[in-house]
T-cell receptor, first 114, second 114 residues
């Protein structure tokens, strides 16, 4: 059974601080996706990383996929209150041409105080 | 309207009731998914449909019955639920076999079983 552990589970920081969220697994994934979910809404895709070692930047957010494609990190620079939300990593599993499916991580709840 | 639409947004039902959740996508995707999101648990994949064919039933109790009449619509029929089935039920769509293709989620149905 694939399992994705995220750390930390909860994070409360002040506006302007930097933070890193980690997503770890013992399984290899064909891609690793990051989502943000706000209260009362569904998760929204932030980024997909596919190649081991890949780094993607989205404004103040930097995403990295581990070389072995088992882990990932999300770094936020100069956090803002609008970054508040539940951050979810998700590993993609592909059974040789069949429908892909996503296995979600345990989530990191981020609160950025003004 | 674009994206993934779920109705109703909120549902309260008794344990002897029968109700249905509806999901509709206007993105031209060929795969649709039902996920369950409970407090303090990762998103749990329930059902996967690819081109209207169910490709996965993730050991879900028979009191949950999915239906996919076409690639744009997905239903989840509920009957004789238990209080522990109270959760946020999320529908998502994607392109089934494209690696790295993210999911688009609906806003979810908040279900309370009394």
């Amino acid at each position: 059974t694939q399992l994705l552990e995220q750390s930390p589970q909860f994070l409360s920081i002040q506006e302007g601080e930097n933070l890193t969220v980690y997503c770890n697994s013992s399984s290899v994934f064909s891609s690793l996706q990051w989502y943000r979910q706000e209260p009362g809404e569904g998760p929204v895709l932030l980024v997909t990383v596919v190649t081991g070692g890949e780094v993607k930047k989205l404004k103040r957010l930097t995403f990295q996929f581990g070389d072995a494609r088992k882990d990932s990190s999300l770094h936020i620079t100069a956090a803002q209150p609008g970054d508040t939300g539940l951050y979810l990593c998700a590993g993609e599993v592909n059974y040789g041409g069949a429908t892909n499916k996503l296995i979600f991580g345990t989530g990191t709840l981020l609160a950025v105080q003004p | 309207e674009t994206g993934v639409t779920q109705t109703p947004r909120h549902l309260v039902m008794g344990m002897t009731n029968k109700k249905s959740l509806k999901c509709e996508q206007h993105l031209g995707h060929n795969a649709m998914y039902w996920y369950k999101q409970s407090a303090k648990k990762p998103l749990e994949l329930m059902f996967v449909y690819n081109f209207k064919e169910q490709t996965e039933n993730n050991s879900v109790p028979s009191r949950f019955s999915p239906e996919c009449p076409n690639s744009s619509h997905l239903f989840l029929h509920l009957h004789t639920l238990q209080p522990e089935d109270s959760a946020l039920y999320l529908c998502a769509s994607s392109q089934a076999t494209d690696d790295g293709y993210g999911y688009t989620f609906g806003s979810g149905t908040r279900l309370t079983v009394v």
